[in-house]
């Protein structure tokens, strides 16, 4: 009997043999879990999560019940040890056995004490007996993904929403015995600050702390508004920390709110992947878990903004307290359920998010670990689809104040794009599905080591030469790469390589006529195209692109591009001045590879920028700048949303746009690129 | 009448201007046949129908992708339009479905597609369109007595309407047969769901369709 196993985040699945291992399991699969003590259960460093419930879009039911429990293998490790104990040669193997002994019954405790609840387990000895997927947490993984998300440069007048106020106050007397507060309110007047609030755990502090230091104080005051700190002595220090929460990733940046510098950055998966890959599938948990859904996805995304902000601020020798606001971007799926709002409306049309403006929340209210009377600052909403995220990186790259057209296209799980200048701007949400980042691809994987990242393909020879992640070498068809999978910057390497070469023509189709070893037909009907052969891999399998890749493909490029299309008709341009591609998948992918295939319109290549993960240098912008935050609210509710399902030619352009580079459109710029074959089938 | 021969003639015309997507000469093709005083049912059904079979093999076999398929759906409506009015209605149809997008879902290019497909086949399509709210799916079926449901989804939120929807349906008419399908949709989803099967294009479809309309007609007999 075989039962189904997925891996999260890697999204790697297969059948495997009952009985099998989850550990074994993930080493045919490559998915990387530290396993140092060699499946003896002693080192503990093996963790996974078994998650349960119904998971529609993976097409499983996970449970708990479908994995062994821990104790087998345990018990009988125990009990082979205490025989060996017992039949011990020397005091020194004995003591030496005891210790392991009571290693192992010390990691049982700690894992039936606290773990075992929480579905926690040693992945070496628990067993699979029904459908699984397994979360590999942070912790447990070899591999890292490799996360790209470097601040860029941002140009910001400093003006930052939580400032420092430095001031020395005289001490009251018989014939003036004013109050504290009173007193520190003076000292803002100065500074025009007045009609001010004070957080009221700070209030609790501000005699003590006026005294001890001898009225001598630093006070920080949020929006103008609200002290929400007050600190001993001149205190210059004033940090915050802004986040974008993508589907994927979560991206945090610490930085000096006196200079904008970023002190630290901080990465990490995003810890919901374990609940689905993709908004809608986290979305769908919450409906299908009524009751606790929404907290746990909430629970978990903050434990993981906990974790980023620990990490960030241990870098640069502060503590999370040090901060006193932090900013986050994400998209409306990610907004709502960082803010524990449900986002079952924003999963279905019309696709109402709960509000479009920017929210302020205290950060011990939402619990996360920060000052606790510091701010929690979440960018506004453009439309269902169009989230905070978009909104950081209109305030990063500010096309609504330029006189040129700009074609903003944001890739990620899903595409957003926005077009126009300074008069008017509209946006879109296209579904191009996970297959650009090497998702639902036969052999995609992840951006992580092993992942093939780049690909040629020499039209003479139709052989192809490739670089893997974490190696600067090209493939020669000879020499063992080590090779996993795909990522998505080499799927579209790949496929535009494959239409250049002439492999498959417009439509998507293979060219029958070429021949090839590389070149073939395992199933009918099938054709694939041999990246790699068995012998240079670390699978043991030729790594290929076959026709429903390339399917897959079309469809994802097809959606993007009849965005793009239908944005521009609508504001009747034929051309745009600038194409700014933002996501950090965005910076990975080859700009002329996309271009040859037909990922967006065509344009001189010069005027395509890569502007890296703007939707975090946008949550920077909005830390640094209390201004930047009024402009942000004004552009999200500015931006025109067009419904393209809703538009009436919309399913013609969407597959007109599916093929290469497209049905009807012509590609001056890179139309020389592309072989054209004596006797090529008709397209 | 039309010659047997220019019948013929005018078959294999409409097959190779809806396999090879000839707008244009679909529609001509077709005013051509009534002109002639050709049988509008047999063109429809040898020519049209016969047409988007060799198109749903050419699918299946990854020889056609989504615009082709549209494109030769184009050139199919462009003839059925001219045809229909002329075809007699005691003709018959082969069988009935009720086809709809779910609930907060806009998408419709698969539908579209099935549609086609059915109609081209001889079936009869109530199209509910998109965005179609659970109960209108019971209130057409209970009102066509249609044999077959088809849902629609393409998003996974959208999908889960289904779990509510199919004992809906099921509760009003026991014997009415569910199709679903959709990007999201797998086999576990039917039996989850309770549906009676998936497909996952519209070649693909209809047979499943023709197969459940067949057992239909086979239990009615036998009971």
């Known amino acids: 009997m075989e039962h189904n196993i997925i891996f999260q985040p890697s999204g790697r699945r297969a059948k495997v043999p009952h009985g099998t291992t989850i550990l074994n399991a993930a080493r045919k699969l490559g998915v990387g879990i530290e396993a140092?003590?060699?499946?003896?259960?002693?080192?503990?460093?093996?963790?996974?999560?078994?998650?349960?419930?119904?998971?529609?879009?993976?097409?499983?039911?996970?449970?708990?019940?479908?994995?062994?429990?821990?104790?087998?293998?345990?018990?009988?490790?125990?009990?082979?040890?205490?025989?060996?104990?017992?039949?011990?040669?020397?005091?020194?193997?004995?003591?030496?056995?005891?210790?392991?002994?009571?290693?192992?019954?010390?990691?049982?405790?700690?894992?039936?004490?606290?773990?075992?609840?929480?579905?926690?387990?040693?992945?070496?000895?628990?067993?699979?007996?029904?459908?699984v997927l397994v979360f590999v947490p942070e912790a447990s993984r070899t591999a890292e993904q490799i996360v790209s998300k470097a601040a860029g440069k941002i140009d910001v007048k400093i003006d930052p929403a939580v400032k420092k106020y430095y001031m020395e106050l005289t001490a009251p007397e018989l014939s003036d015995p004013v109050g504290d507060l009173e007193r520190i309110e003076a000292a803002l007047k100065e500074h025009k600050i007045e009609n001010i609030?004070?957080?009221?755990?700070?209030?609790?502090?501000?005699?003590?702390?006026?005294?001890?230091?001898?009225?001598?104080?630093?006070?920080?005051?949020?929006?103008?508004r609200e002290i929400i700190k007050i600190e001993p002595g001149k205190a210059e220090t004033n940090i915050g920390i802004a986040v974008d929460i993508g589907t994927t990733t979560v991206a945090g940046y610490l930085t000096d709110l006196n200079t904008?510098?970023?002190?630290?950055?901080?990465?990490?998966?995003?810890?919901?992947?374990?609940?689905?890959?993709?908004?809608?599938?986290?979305?769908?948990?919450?409906?299908?878990?009524?009751?606790?859904?929404?907290?746990?996805?909430?629970?978990?995304?903050?434990?993981?903004?906990?974790?980023?902000?620990?990490?960030?601020?241990?870098?640069?020798?502060?503590?999370?307290?040090d901060i006193s606001e932090i900013v986050l971007v994400g998209n409306t799926a990610m907004h709502h359920l960082l803010l524990g709002i449900n986002p079952e409306y924003v999963g279905a049309a019309p696709f109402a998010p709960a509000l479009h403006k920017s929210v302020d929340v205290k950060a011990e209210r939402i619990g996360i670990n920060i000052l606790p009377s510091g701010n929690v600052h979440?960018?506004?909403?453009?439309?269902?689809?169009?989230?905070?995220?978009?909104?950081?990186?209109?305030?990063?790259?500010?096309?609504?104040?330029?006189?040129?057209?700009?074609?903003?296209?944001?890739?990620?799980?899903?595409?957003?794009?926005?077009?126009?200048?300074?008069?008017?701007?509209?946006?879109?949400?296209?579904?191009?599905?996970?297959?650009?980042?090497?998702?639902?691809?036969?052999?995609?994987?992840?951006?992580?080591?092993?992942?093939?990242?780049?690909?040629?393909?020499?039209?003479?020879?139709?052989?192809?030469?490739?670089?893997?992640?974490?190696?600067?070498?090209?493939?020669?068809?000879?020499?063992d790469m080590q090779a996993r999978g795909i990522c998505g910057s080499a799927i579209i390497d790949v496929i535009a390589e494959?239409?250049?070469?002439?492999?498959?023509?417009?439509?998507?189709?293979?060219?029958?006529?070429?021949?090839?070893?590389?070149?073939?037909?395992?199933?009918?009907?099938?054709?694939?195209?041999?990246?790699?052969?068995?012998?240079?891999?670390?699978?043991?399998?030729?790594?290929?692109?076959?026709?429903?890749?390339?399917?897959?493909?079309?469809?994802?490029?097809?959606?993007?591009?009849?965005?793009?299309?239908?944005?521009?008709?609508?504001?009747?341009?034929?051309?745009?001045?600038?194409l700014a591609i933002c996501g950090a998948f965005g910076t990975h992918i080859d700009k002329m590879q996309a271009l040859v295939m037909g990922m967006y319109p065509d344009c001189d290549p010069e005027i395509i920028e890569f502007l890296g993960n703007s939707a975090g240098d946008g949550a920077r912008v909005a830390l640094l700048s209390v201004d930047s935050r009024c402009e942000a609210n004004e552009i999200a509710r500015k931006v025109e949303y067009v419904e393209?399902?809703?538009?009436?030619?919309?399913?013609?352009?969407?597959?007109?746009?599916?093929?290469?580079?497209?049905?009807?459109?012509?590609?001056?710029?890179?139309?020389h690129l592309v072989v054209v074959r004596e006797g090529k089938i008709e397209a | 009448m039309a010659t047997a021969e220019k019948e013929k003639e005018l078959i294999a015309g409409l097959r190779d201007a809806?396999?090879?997507?000839?707008?244009?000469?679909?529609?001509?093709?077709?005013?051509?046949?009534?002109?002639?005083?050709?049988?509008?049912?047999?063109?429809?059904?040898?020519?049209?129908?016969?047409?988007?079979?060799?198109?749903?093999?050419?699918?299946d076999n990854h020889e056609y992708f989504v615009p082709e398929t549209l494109l030769c759906a184009k050139a199919l409506y462009g003839a059925l339009d001219v045809l229909k009015p002329h075809i007699k209605s005691d003709s018959g149809s082969k069988g009935q479905v009720v086809l709809g997008v779910m609930l907060g879902d806009v998408h419709d290019l698969g539908k579209n597609?099935?549609?086609?497909?059915?109609?081209?086949?001889?079936?009869?399509?109530?199209?509910?369109?998109?965005?179609?709210?659970?109960?209108?799916f019971v209130e057409e079926q209970l009102r066509t007595d249609s044999d077959i449901v088809m849902l629609s989804a393409m998003m996974t939120t959208s999908m889960v309407g289904m779990k509510k929807l199919i004992p809906m349906i099921k509760e009003k008419n026991p014997n009415v047969k569910i199709m679903i399908g959709g990007a999201p949709i797998s086999e576990k989803t039917v039996d989850d769901y309770g549906a009676d099967t998936t497909a996952d294009n519209a070649p693909n479809a209809l047979r499943e369709a023709m197969n459940m309309l067949e057992s239909l007609r086979k239990g009615m007999v036998s009971a």
């Open chain 1, 36 to 131: 140092v003590c060699g499946d003896n259960l002693t080192c503990g460093k093996c963790k996974v999560k078994i998650m349960e419930g119904e998971f529609p879009k993976e097409g499983i039911t996970s449970s708990l019940s479908h994995v062994t429990r821990i104790e087998e293998k345990d018990k009988k490790i125990i009990k082979d040890l205490t025989a060996e104990i017992s039949s011990a040669k020397s005091d020194e193997q004995r003591q030496k056995l005891e210790r392991k002994l009571a290693k192992i019954r010390k990691k049982h405790q700690e894992l039936a004490s606290e773990e075992v609840d929480e579905n926690i387990r040693l992945s070496c000895a628990t067993r699979v007996m029904g459908d």
């Open chain 1, 197 to 224: 609030t004070i957080d009221y755990s700070v209030l609790q502090q501000v005699p003590d702390i006026l005294r001890e230091s001898d009225w001598k104080v630093t006070v920080t005051v949020l929006y103008n």
């Open chain 1, 498 to 578: 494959m239409f250049k070469a002439g492999i498959i023509v417009k439509s998507g189709r293979f060219n029958q006529e070429l021949s090839s070893p590389r070149i073939r037909e395992r199933t009918k009907g099938i054709s694939e195209y041999v990246i790699a052969w068995a012998h240079e891999t670390a699978i043991d399998e030729d790594i290929i692109v076959n026709i429903k890749d390339v399917r897959a493909i079309q469809l994802a490029k097809g959606a993007l591009y009849s965005g793009c299309q239908i944005m521009m008709k609508k504001l009747g341009r034929e051309k745009f001045d600038r």
């Open chain 1, 644 to 671: 393209l399902a809703l538009e009436e030619d919309f399913n013609d352009r969407f597959g007109e746009a599916m093929q290469f580079p497209h049905m009807y459109d012509k590609f001056p710029h890179t139309e």
């Open chain 1, 378 to 479: 979440v960018l506004p909403i453009e439309a269902g689809f169009v989230g905070a995220d978009n909104v950081g990186c209109l305030i990063a790259d500010k096309p609504h104040k330029r006189d040129e057209f700009t074609l903003l296209i944001d890739i990620g799980t899903n595409g957003e794009l926005v077009f126009g200048n300074k008069d008017k701007l509209i946006s879109c949400s296209t579904a191009t599905g996970p297959a650009l980042e090497g998702g639902e691809i036969t052999y995609g994987i992840r951006a992580a080591p092993g992942a093939i990242e780049r690909v040629k393909i020499d039209p003479d020879t139709l052989d192809p030469s490739y670089q893997v992640i974490g190696s600067d070498r090209w493939s020669d068809g000879k020499t």
């Open chain 2, 113 to 136: 597609l099935i549609k086609a497909i059915f109609e081209s086949a001889g079936w009869t399509v109530h199209d509910l369109g998109r965005d179609v709210p659970l109960k209108s």
């Open chain 2, 18 to 59: 809806v396999i090879n997507y000839k707008i244009a000469d679909a529609k001509k093709l077709a005013e051509e046949a009534i002109k002639e005083g050709a049988d509008a049912y047999k063109m429809t059904m040898e020519g049209l129908a016969g047409g988007m079979e060799t198109v749903s093999e050419k699918f």
């Open chain 1, 260 to 321: 904008g510098e970023v002190l630290a950055t901080e990465s990490m998966m995003n810890p919901q992947v374990s609940f689905g890959e993709d908004v809608m599938s986290r979305i769908t948990y919450c409906l299908l878990n009524e009751q606790s859904g929404i907290k746990e996805l909430q629970q978990v995304i903050i434990t993981g903004l906990n974790k980023i902000i620990l990490n960030a601020t241990e870098k640069i020798g502060m503590t999370p307290h």
